[in-house]
């Protein structure tokens, strides 16, 4: 079955960097566009950013834009978020999701704070 296992949280204070990583297995992995999203407390779950299967296109949403990057690597079946320039505002947990495909991961906590 799809499994989506996210890491790479923790603490950091604003202005800092954290990588997350999306293992993801069960399907076919290259086939699929992949999304980060994140969940504030208190608030709903927003698509922060996409990226296609081949890695060729990537979009973010404005909240990010600048400071996030997505990545994915096929051969690890691997997806990924690097965060630059952290903000208290980016305080969420982060899920991955593969695009048409209804499973979520268990989710990562982010933390920014000082």
């Known amino acids: 079955q799809v499994q989506l296992v996210e890491s790479g949280g923790g603490l950091v204070q604003p202005g800092g960097s954290l990588r997350l990583s999306c293992a993801a297995s069960?399907?076919?992995?290259?086939?699929?566009?992949m999304r980060w999203y994140r969940q504030a407390p208190g608030k709903e779950r927003e698509w922060v950013a996409e990226i296609t299967s081949s890695g060729g296109i990537r979009n973010y949403a404005d909240s990010v834009k600048g400071r996030f990057t997505i990545s994915r690597d096929n051969v690890k079946n691997t997806l990924y978020l690097q965060m630059n320039s952290l903000k208290p505002e980016d305080t969420a947990v982060y899920y991955c999701?593969?695009?048409?495909?209804?499973?979520w991961g268990q989710g990562t906590q982010v933390t920014v704070s000082s």
């Open positions: 069960g399907f076919t992995f290259s086939s699929y566009s």
């Open positions: 999701k593969a695009n048409s495909l209804s499973s």
